[in-house]
């Protein structure tokens, strides 16, 4: 599903790479951490697949296609089937639960009556089922981060990029929004989670990519956060 | 493609940015009303010189006993042969359509005709003071210099009269009106754009927000720019209809005022008025929407 070829990322500014040489396979339906400390090159990595910015060398496939040879304006084709999160949420704070995650799906021109259809099935999918009609300020972090992944879940990605979706929550709350990717990751979609959070990661037991400054240095399925300690 | 969507989101740009937009209106309204009044001008302008070109003709004065010029002095009054020469001289030449003789007292007849309500104008003339002339119609009214020259130079001519002189003054002050105008316009038009520019700037940041998520979930380009390229439509649109105001007061307050004092019917037709209107409504809205564009593209990277 993502497939990394010896991709190296230099940003014009700094000197050092951001991501050194690294290669890495993701299959279909997987579930992978994405750990080590900031700056190792989690974010450059989502950044990759979604073709936000371009590898300074090596080849970069996501859902089968070679993201070199794909032309520009086919992007937003590509990021049809890709769903994101981030650690700040990102809704819009005018529209409602149900507005947010339609939101989504009006601006790539879905008919109306398949929204109202839909929309409701996933924001029961992330537990948001009765709150339709909250303002985003209504809502708890976990609540508003539930918004966040219902909207990126709601065109029925294959994959799921996670940018450290429990960064801003407790962790009482995390485990409720793993529960929703874990659920989400059942559904046959491959999920990447980008994580400072040890317990989560220790906890869920799934496949761990560890980069530092921009390498590989663990690749272990059923790993924990970190093994020195 | 979801129009109430894409509409919503262009009245809420709009309305955001509300001065900004009363700012646009208005440079676009005054820069297209001038580029309008500089176009009907010119229109006027070849109008008249259409109406003027087939009805320009030269007037071939015949030296007679009191004329005062210096070579009708020295020759005296002109003589049957001269003016035979003279006539077959016009007539032989390809240019001229027409020629007609008019003697003094026929060219007395017309003058009192002519001027039959200023009776005093009338009662300081007698017969012999506007002396026996051809009246010369031209096939094309650009020759009248070689026709002109042909005869201004035979004896018994006292002096050859030209309408087109007369005419080609006024024609350039219109002229001069139609570029103060037109070059008024272009650096409002500039104006107009930079302030555009600026407008979708200011909406496109105010709305990165939306954009950005826009821009995740893949909706494509053309769809996230929609809204900001109508808006500055838009604001063109409602500025070409400022424009057209003006555009029409400039017809019935300017053109056809000048036309009121020159008595003659060459007054524009509402086709014109139209067309006039129309183009600029065109320009003003191509200018916005691609001023738009070039903004999008430096601001909304996509």
Not at chain 1, 30 to 54: A, D, H, I, M
Not at chain 1, 204 to 225: A, F, N, P, T
Not at chain 2, 125 to 134: K, L, V
Not at chain 2, 191 to 213: D, F, Q, V
Request: glycine content about 8%; hydrophobic content about 45%.
């Amino acid at each position: 599903m993502i497939h990394f070829e010896n991709v190296t990322k230099v940003y014009p500014t700094q000197k050092r790479p951001a991501l050194d040489g690294v290669s890495i396979d993701v299959d279909k339906g997987e579930f992978v951490f994405l750990v080590g400390p900031s700056g190792s090159g989690k974010s450059t990595f989502l950044r990759l697949v979604l073709k936000e910015e371009k590898p300074t060398k090596g080849r970069v496939h996501v859902a089968g296609k070679d993201l070199a040879r794909l032309s520009n304006w086919k992007v937003p084709h590509l990021r049809r089937r890709i769903g994101c999160v981030f650690q700040d949420f990102r809704l819009l704070p005018n529209k409602n639960v149900f507005e947010n995650v339609a939101f989504a799906l009006e601006v790539i021109g879905k008919p109306r009556r398949f929204i109202r259809k839909v929309v409701p099935e996933v924001v029961e999918l992330v537990g948001l089922e009765g709150k339709s009609t909250r303002m985003p300020d209504e809502l708890s972090g976990g609540e508003q981060q539930r918004v966040a992944i219902a909207r990126a879940f709601v065109n029925r990605p294959q994959i799921l990029l996670a940018d450290e979706p429990t960064g801003n929550i407790d962790p009482a709350t995390s485990i409720g929004i793993m529960k929703v990717l874990d659920r989400i990751n059942r559904t046959g979609t491959t999920v990447v989670m980008a994580t400072h959070d040890a317990a989560i990661v220790d906890s869920m037991r799934k496949r761990v990519i560890e980069l530092e400054e921009g390498q590989v240095v663990r690749d272990q399925s059923r790993g924990v956060y970190g093994q020195a300690y | 493609m979801r129009a109430q969507f894409v509409l919503s989101e262009i009245w809420i740009g709009l309305r955001r940015n509300l001065t900004m937009t009363i700012a646009v209106i208005t440079t676009v309204a005054i820069s297209l009303a001038l580029f309008g009044a500089g176009l009907l001008i010119n229109q006027q302008v070849s109008e008249m010189r259409g109406y003027w070109g087939e009805r320009v003709s030269l007037t071939v004065y015949l030296c007679n006993d009191t004329s005062p010029s210096a070579i009708c002095q020295e020759s005296g009054a002109a003589s049957d042969e001269e003016r035979q020469a003279i006539q077959s001289q016009l007539e032989s030449m390809p240019e001229v359509a027409q020629v007609t003789f008019m003697t003094e007292s026929e060219a007395w007849q017309d003058f009192q005709d002519r001027f039959s309500n200023s009776e005093a104008l009338v009662e300081a003339t007698e017969e012999g003071d506007i002396p026996a002339n051809f009246r010369v119609q031209l096939q094309d009214p650009g020759d009248h210099d070689t026709v002109a020259g042909a005869v201004a130079e035979m004896p018994g001519v006292d002096s050859v009269s030209n309408d087109q002189e007369v005419l080609d003054q006024f024609f350039e002050l219109l002229d001069g009106l139609k570029w103060a105008a037109l070059v008024v316009a272009a650096v409002q038009l500039a104006a107009a754009a930079l302030l555009i520019g600026n407008t979708i700037r200011l909406s496109a940041y105010s709305r990165r927000r939306e954009t950005g998520i826009m821009r995740l979930v893949g909706a494509s380009n053309f769809y996230i720019q929609l809204p900001f390229l109508l808006e500055g439509a838009i604001a063109g649109l409602i500025g070409g209809i400022f424009a057209s105001g003006f555009i029409v007061a400039t017809k019935f307050f300017l053109l056809d005022k000048v036309q009121d004092w020159f008595q003659f019917d060459v007054t524009l037709g509402m086709g014109s008025v139209f067309y006039v209107i129309g183009v600029s409504m065109i320009l003003g809205v191509l200018l916005c929407t691609i001023a738009s564009f070039l903004t999008l593209r430096r601001y909304l990277r996509v």
